[in-house]
């Protein structure tokens, strides 16, 4: 029976809570961990975890003997590294909420804490974990698109303007950043998963419905891959009805998600036939819909993934390195963005971009907070974005 605590009990946390008691046989949630002690009671109380210790921070957890095999970090993000660092060098695996950390320098020590002490370091990308994304994954991978051409991401989400009075929301140094760090990191994940890490980034930010942020809430980037193919992918959150999808084209046909499949057909001056390739479109939807669907998805799946690896003392399907590709990325559009160059990837280590305080010392500040509240009143686990197994 793994031991499991959880440090900081959010709204997220709900996800996190619901996924291990899925595995009740499995696991066991004995701390919950919060430096809003009555927080962590309410989920105490609204889950039944009799077995849960409540403390007010994760030294005091980790310092009080408490048996504990995985500490599960939800917090916002500019303590993720402190907290996941503390808890691997304590002989503790971990699994950490997106994005992994405030800085690439940061994601460096939480990889080399995991690798020193031999245990296991995740973090959260929940869109694998989806039939939609598990399933595009495996017809990209199977060849029958050709050649990519390209990629179109929408990472459309919308908040509405009191999301960013949350007291370390909105700013640069407690949240890290805006939409392109906090919302479209899930699309960022899924589509370097699929196609691999750009080579160049090109991209513009603004705050365009938000003017209590310092962060932006739309940017527009594009990635450049060695094979010359172009992704482009907007990040936001004023997009209403968030109409969230991925598109891939390649010289043989097009797939997306939510699930179509669109092969054309040259006529002898090249414009498209009204026929399409039956038979492609036929042999890429038998790829699609052959491909077994997961039994757990989202966090539940990815917490089944991490206990399936520390049970068999296998890998994650996440890992540190994984996560901090994802940041890297998202380093690179602001970088650009606030630049107005092209940049070349890897992030070079010795620029300021890549260190802690680095693009916080850089960033625009779109405005001030005008209002900082403590705590939001509960509304239960918070919605993941739009359903995109539709046609799955």
């Known amino acids: 029976m793994l031991r499991i605590a959880i440090v900081g009990t959010g709204n997220i946390s709900h996800n996190h809570i619901q996924g291990y008691q899925e595995f009740a046989d499995r696991c066991q ?32 957890m980790l310092e009080s003997g408490i048996e504990v095999d995985i500490v599960d970090v939800c917090t916002p993000p500019y303590v993720h590294a402190e907290i996941s660092i503390d808890a691997l060098n304590a002989g ?25 002490s031999g245990k296991i370091l995740s973090i959260i990308a929940q869109n694998r974990f989806t039939d939609a994304f598990w399933r595009l994954k ?14 179109q991401v929408d990472s459309f989400w919308w908040r509405g303007h009191c999301y960013y009075d949350l007291w370390w929301r909105g700013t640069w140094e407690k949240e890290g950043g805006g939409c392109t760090l906090n919302h479209a990191v899930h699309h960022i994940d899924a589509i370097q998963w699929m196609l691999g890490f750009p080579t160049e980034v090109v991209a513009m930010m603004t705050n365009v419905a938000h003017d209590n942020a310092e962060v932006e809430d739309l940017s527009a980037a594009i990635f450049r891959y060695s094979s010359g193919a172009l992704t482009q992918l907007t990040a936001s959150v004023v997009h209403h009805g968030e109409d969230q999808k991925i598109v891939i084209q390649g010289d043989k046909a097009r797939i997306s998600a939510p699930w179509d499949v669109w092969a054309s ?4 001056n090249g414009f498209p036939q009204e026929q399409h390739d039956s038979e492609r479109e036929a042999r890429l939807d038998a790829l699609f819909r052959n491909t077994p669907k997961l039994k757990y998805t989202l966090h539940t799946g990815q917490i089944n993934d991490l206990l399936n690896a520390v049970e068999q003392r296998g890998e994650p399907l996440i890992d540190g390195v994984q ?45 001030e907070k005008g209002a900082s509240v403590e705590n939001f009143s509960e509304v239960g686990a918070i919605p993941l974005g739009k359903d995109l197994d539709k046609g799955a």
């Open 29 to 60: 949630i004995v701390a919950l961990v919060d430096i809003y002690p009555e927080k962590a009671q309410e989920k105490k109380a609204r889950y039944g975890l009799d077995h849960a210790t409540v403390f007010s921070s994760h030294q005091a």
């Open 323 to 367: 996560g901090k590709r994802s940041l890297e990325l998202i380093t690179a559009i602001y970088q650009s963005s606030i630049t107005g160059r092209v940049v070349s990837l890897p992030v070079n280590p010795q620029e300021p971009w890549y260190k802690t305080g680095g693009l916080v010392s850089l960033a625009p500040h779109f405005y």
């Open 138 to 151: 495996q017809v990209v991978d199977s060849g029958e698109l050709g050649k990519v051409c390209h990629a």
């Open 265 to 268: 057909v040259s006529a002898d």
């Open 92 to 116: 503790k695996h971990v699994l950490c909420e997106k994005p992994m950390a405030a800085s690439l320098e940061e994601c460096d020590a939480m990889i080399a804490a995991q690798r020193a």
